[in-house]
């Protein structure tokens, strides 16, 4: 099968033809439909831990073309589904609660330990796999694993969203996304923090009230726009430093919400944090209920994203176009039809 195939830093993904995925137990093999460009895709090409032939791609979604032995019933050959990018063993207790990021012997797809959705063809895990009904668009089931890890970080709030003022840092792909599930879940104000013109307006059509210049004061800014400081922030940058900021900017009982994904070591001041007696919570990955939360919604017409995608691209555009995405871009996301 045809890949786009990953072998040193500082070299674009190369076009290959590669061996073709077989199934193991319980899962399938899917004709790749479309596949997003994640931030962490950047990132893994950037690590020179990486071993040469990795094919990433954890945002895919498609349709059967092969079982493996033991799946679960009632899949076959040809049905549209989307998947967690984990494969577990299944049958541990993690595994059955849907929670396969935690099981202890998950594998990761599409980044060095099972071949991604950036190739014709991958492995899914039925256990966490979606059916993705007919009215679910390619374009939309593959933004599935995006709006599942934004909606796993606001279900991970401790205090409450609805009537809230909420504070997003970062307009990328997860912070829209999350924009999007805070509105959704009925925040009174969520007030974008963003440096790219670009997608500071796409904020506003994803559910913001209103945006702060990330460059000047935001709290000051916040304050303008809604009367009162940040009781919740989502930090959705995942930069040194950002942390720290949202202990500044938190009001006492405030409630911070780390989904920026930030891999360098960061530094802030406990006793900030403590005074105002704030909640930290970091979040990761998604369970299948996310997963299915986010496919009922698509599916039942409640959130429009296709707009979230700039750009659907072949194998032979996706290797430039890859590149382009480690400079400041308005794009969002782009998404590889193999
Ligand atoms: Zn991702
Ligand atoms: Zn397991």
């Not at 899962?27 to 994640?38: L, N, S």
């Not at 998950?106 to 993705?132: K, M, P």
């Not at 709030?157 to 990328?172: S, T």
């Amino acid at each position: 099968m045809k890949a786009a195939v990953f072998h040193e830093v500082g070299k674009p993904l190369s076009i290959e033809t590669v061996a073709d995925p077989a199934p193991q137990t319980g899962e399938a093999v899917i004709r790749v439909r479309h596949c997003g460009v994640c931030g962490t895709d950047l990132h893994a090409t950037e690590d020179h831990g990486r071993k040469s032939g990795m094919v990433m791609g954890h945002e895919f979604c498609g349709e059967i073309v092969a079982l493996g032995k033991d799946t679960p019933p009632g899949w076959k050959e040809g049905d549209r589904l989307t998947s967690l990018p984990f494969i577990g063993c299944g049958r541990c207790a993690k595994c059955l609660l849907g929670k396969p990021w935690q099981c202890a012997t998950r594998l990761i797809i599409g980044l060095g330990d099972v071949g991604g959705g950036f190739a014709e063809y991958t492995r899914v895990h039925l256990n966490s796999a979606v059916r993705l009904p007919d009215s679910v668009s390619w374009k939309a089931g593959a933004l599935t694993e995006p709006l599942a890890v934004s909606l796993h970080g606001v279900r991970a709030i401790g205090n409450g969203l609805a009537g809230k003022n909420v504070l997003v840092i970062g307009a990328g792909p997860i912070g829209l996304t999350t924009t999007l599930w805070c509105s959704f879940f009925g925040a009174r104000h969520v007030i974008v923090s963003e440096l790219d013109p670009g997608r500071a307006q796409m904020a506003l059509r994803y559910g913001a009230t209103g945006l702060v210049d990330a460059t000047g004061d935001i709290g000051a800014q916040f304050r303008e726009l809604t009367g009162a400081a940040p009781e919740l922030i989502m930090e959705c940058v995942g930069v040194p430093g950002m942390i720290a900021k949202c202990t500044e900017l938190a009001p006492y009982g405030g409630e911070i919400i780390v989904v920026g994904f930030c891999a360098q070591p960061d530094t802030f001041m406990p006793a900030f944090a403590m005074a105002k007696e704030l909640s930290m919570k970091f979040v990761i990955a998604q369970d299948k209920s996310d997963f299915q939360f986010v496919v009922d919604m698509l599916a039942a017409g409640r959130i429009d994203v296709e707009g979230l995608v700039t750009d659907v691209l072949s194998f032979e555009q996706f290797p430039a176009a890859f590149e382009a995405l480690r400079k400041p871009t308005s794009q969002c996301k782009i998404l590889l039809a193999p």
